[in-house]
């Protein structure tokens, strides 16, 4: 805001071009260091009148009219319950529990876009889980604890998908040995799903889903990725062969997998020993990516 105020992007351009490439008298051409600090003439100086003035305006200004300030008023709710049926049943540990979650956008359409109906989105989520466990005793001072766990989740907007775990405790005396296997996921945040601080001309964020790549104009307009954009502006020609162009993609969530073994006990009543390798492998991985979209 403070740049565009001073001099619009495409008046900053052209009077770049026009300095380095010599059009400027008292300016070296194809001098990138002199062609900025002409174009850079009419920039707002920090500590100025003018410089606070646009400054002041832009941070009270909603960025959906022109301004820098978002707002964030979202509510989450969240509700989730456990029963252990150790009354009921004897000869196994049984749990059950669900949750339900709910996101309710409210960013006065600063960071969020509106849905048919003409408001923010909100997103439900919701998932269950049971686990069983038993402690079998083998002989003398000799146990095995068998544990096995299940898990649903599913948010609105995602595919749903199931989370199993499992573990096993061998014990004799003050010697434990574990061994398990556990499957993980995260949900996607709300800014990951439906991020749309779009910014013309300039750094937008947006988020993972279909609907944001189409108010995105990104399936008729692509974008490219950063590294190729800057290969083909390096390039003499401008070769567009080097241009990568982004395939909109609908995001998951991010899932982990998990394996461990591990060895504790005590030593002469004195040493606590607990040892463990373990190894993890993610896929769907979710991260910010930057692309570049052509105006």
Do not use: C
């Amino acid at each position: 805001a403070l740049n565009n105020a001073a001099a619009p992007n495409a008046a900053w351009a052209r009077d770049y071009v026009a300095a380095y490439d010599g059009l400027v008298p008292g300016v070296t051409a194809g001098n990138a260091a002199a062609a900025r600090v002409y174009a850079d003439r009419t920039r707002l100086q920090p500590g100025t009148a003018a410089f606070n003035e646009v400054k002041n305006t832009a941070a009270t200004t909603p960025n959906t009219q022109g301004g820098a300030r978002q707002f964030e008023n979202s509510d989450l709710w969240h509700a989730e319950g456990m029963y252990n049926f150790k009354n009921e049943l004897k000869f196994v540990d049984l749990l059950v529990g669900a949750h339900f979650r709910q996101y309710r956008l409210d960013s006065e359409r600063t960071l969020f876009p509106l849905d048919e109906n003409g408001q923010e989105y909100r997103i439900n989520e919701y998932g269950g889980y049971a686990q069983l466990a038993r402690t079998v005793g083998l002989a003398d001072e000799l146990s095995l604890r068998p544990t096995f766990a299940i898990r649903y989740d599913k948010n609105e907007y995602l595919n749903g998908g199931f989370t199993p775990r499992g573990s096993a405790v061998l014990t004799y005396k003050t010697h434990n040995l574990r061994g398990s296997y556990q499957t993980a996921f995260r949900n996607p945040s709300p800014g990951n799903l439906f991020a749309f601080n779009l910014i013309p001309n300039g750094l937008s964020e947006l988020g993972g889903t279909e609907l944001i790549a189409r108010r995105a104009n990104l399936l008729n307009n692509p974008a490219y990725t950063e590294a190729s954009v800057l290969a083909y502006r390096a390039s003499p020609t401008r070769d567009p062969s080097l241009l990568v162009q982004y395939t909109p993609q609908v995001i998951k969530t991010e899932k982990i997998n998990t394996w461990e073994v591990g060895y504790k006990t005590v030593v002469a009543q004195a040493l606590f020993v607990d040892a463990f390798f373990f190894r993890s492998r993610y896929s769907d991985f979710i991260a910010n990516q930057n692309f570049v979209q052509p105006t």
